[in-house]
């Protein structure tokens, strides 16, 4: 027994001598919220749940916890099987409906009235006979059955009530397998793998791709190949050889892409399967990519490089301006020309340098050039550059002073000054 002197403060030891006090307040506590629960007409608690935990063991007489008083505080809830079957009896003969099967009453008939439990009593079953409908013998389940055969009826879907009675009797697992009975319904089992054998090797014969292993076909067809099954058949096997030939499914992907490509086809879309496959074929650095396959296609793939090339060669054809594009395609146009770059084309550089030469030109260039044809027109007396123009642009940028104007030039003001004042304004007409 632990005495003061086992712990190593009175603190400790007070906090042990208070432990019982603790408990037993826990204890009425609890107690007093299951008398509550039971005044409130509450039903009783599940065993799964704290408060039905508490009530088995304040009231069973084996727990040590047992209170006698405090049971016979709560008689409702411990009514017995006689008073459960007499209150049962009661709201039979008031006319009451069979109880929901959610509630106490259902369960508690559940159990007096089901042929498999424990408490079944065929005697009260019969005295409730409203609420229980009459049982039906194995016999006369099987008699139906029959009857249902000989009239010509479809075979019962195993959902169904005759059909789960029909699994039961003729499936050989089953606890209640009848052979004799089986046999007697041979309309309903036909011997299925023999047909449908019978069926694959009619399609195999007519050249019929082989099945989808996800279809009836393609399942049965995989039962009676594979040796690891238990359906296996080795003779059905070696009367289907072409399809025991290994596919290979990356070759006929191909080969269905490079026949909608010569049959005119469009380009297959991402979100299909054929399009998936193509990407995986002509992704460059893809593990499947294939450059000889994508080189067959070449009308599928007119690259956003092509287009390009094309439309700059249209715009020089035209002699449009190249300052027009967006920073976008300027920049792409750059890649393409320069020959240090990664999409370096000499062949699109010789066909622009044919074309518009002074889409070649780097900016100094194209800057002493517009200076000199200015400085030109000016020494010629020719009328000042239309606005909007390039030359006209070209011309204010060299003239504009302006802290921000990283273009402008002096030197040129001053030649403008000596050749043709009238182009500058007026402000800088009368600065020496």
Not at 28 to 33: H, R, T, Y
Not at 90 to 113: C, D, F, I, Q, V
Not at 326 to 346: E, R, V
Not at 411 to 417: H, T
């Amino acid at each position: 027994m632990l005495t003061q002197k086992d712990f190593e403060s009175w603190d400790l030891w007070n906090e042990f001598c208070d432990r019982p006090l603790r408990a037993s307040a826990r204890v009425a506590k609890m107690k007093k919220k299951l008398k509550r629960m039971y005044d409130d007409g509450e039903s009783r608690p599940q065993q799964n749940i704290k408060e039905g935990q508490c009530l088995k063991r304040y009231t069973d007489p084996s727990s040590s916890s047992y209170d006698l008083a405090f049971r016979e505080s709560l008689p409702k809830w411990f009514i017995f099987v006689a008073e459960k079957k007499e209150e049962l009896r009661k709201m039979y003969n008031n006319g009451e409906p069979k109880p929901h099967w959610s509630t106490r009453e259902a369960k508690n008939l559940y159990m007096y009235t089901c042929p498999g439990s424990a408490t079944y009593s065929q005697k009260f079953r019969e005295e409730l006979s409203r609420w229980c409908p009459k049982l039906i013998s194995t016999a006369e389940k099987k008699k139906k059955l029959k009857r249902m055969h000989d009239d010509g009826e479809a075979k019962p879907h195993y959902k169904s009530k005759e059909g789960q009675i029909l699994l039961a009797h003729t499936i050989p697992s089953s606890n209640g397998f009848d052979l004799v009975f089986r046999e007697s319904l041979s309309r309903w089992f036909i011997d299925s793998a023999a047909e449908m054998k019978k069926e694959l090797k009619r399609m195999h014969d007519d050249g019929e791709e082989k099945p989808h292993y996800k279809s009836k076909e393609g399942k049965s067809l995989s039962n009676y190949i594979n040796s690891s099954s238990v359906s296996f058949d080795l003779k059905f096997r070696e009367t289907v050889p072409t399809w025991l030939i290994k596919r290979n499914p990356v070759a006929e992907m191909k080969k269905k892409l490079k026949s909608m490509y010569d049959n005119g086809e469009e380009k297959p879309r991402k979100s299909t399967r054929e399009g998936q496959a193509l990407r995986r074929y002509t992704l460059k650095g893809g593990k499947c990519f294939d450059l000889e396959f994508k080189k067959s296609l070449p009308r599928w793939f007119v690259t956003l490089t092509m287009k390009r090339k094309k439309k700059f060669l249209r715009m020089a054809k035209k002699s449009e301006d190249k300052s027009n594009l967006s920073s976008n395609l300027a920049h792409s146009f750059y890649q393409y020309i320069t020959p240090g770059s990664k999409s370096y084309d000499p062949i699109f550089r010789e066909q622009i340098k044919s074309i518009r030469p002074i889409w070649l030109l780097t900016k100094l260039e194209k800057t002493k050039k517009r200076k000199r044809q200015l400085l030109k027109m000016a020494k010629n007396g020719e009328n000042k550059p239309e606005h909007g123009s390039i030359l006209a642009r070209a011309f204010y940028t060299f003239t504009y002073n302006r802290k921000t104007t990283r273009s402008y030039c002096p030197d040129f003001v001053a030649e403008i000054k000596k050749l043709a004042p009238d182009w500058l304004p007026k402000g800088q007409r009368k600065k020496k």
